[in-house]
Nanobody, 125 residues
Framework: QVQLVESGGRLAHPGGSLSLSCTAS????????MAWFRQAPGKDREFVAA????????YFEDSVKGRFTISRDNAKKMVYLQMNSLKPEDTAVYYC??????????????????WGEGTLVTVSS
């Protein structure tokens, strides 16, 4: 049974920090690149960040570069998203996803094989 379970979403203030976690099970985790997507109310799901299977490569959407970092722990089968300098426009449901592909600077939701159900991040004063 394949599972991706996100955690850590909560209310945060602008300028604050928040860390999200995703725990994987049911597939060969080390064969997969991992990614974070997000979906704000009334908007399409969009790419946030990705990390390759060995952590050798990472890629970030322009609006989060310099603010967010992605990391993974293959022994724990977990991937993390550290979010700093949060902005109200970061408010969204955040999803982790898995793919056997490395898409460089081109990331789309249809390339993902497995998805979590999301965790809500609200950035508001």
């Amino acid at each position: 049974q394949v599972q991706l379970v996100e955690s850590g979403g909560r209310l945060a203030h602008p300028g604050g920090s928040l860390s999200l976690s995703c725990t994987a099970s049911g597939f060969t985790y080390t064969d997969y690149s991992m990614a974070w997507f997000r979906q704000a109310p009334g908007k399409d799901r969009e790419f946030v960040a990705a990390i390759s299977s060995s952590s050798r490569m990472t890629y970030f959407e322009d609006s989060v570069k310099g603010r967010f970092t992605i990391s993974r722990d293959n022994a724990k089968k977990m991937v993390y998203l550290q979010m700093n300098s949060l902005k109200p426009e970061d408010t969204a449901v955040y999803y982790c996803a898995a793919t056997t592909l490395w898409r460089g600077h081109r990331w789309h939701d249809y390339d993902m094989r497995y998805w979590g159900e999301g965790t809500l991040v609200t950035v508001s004063s």
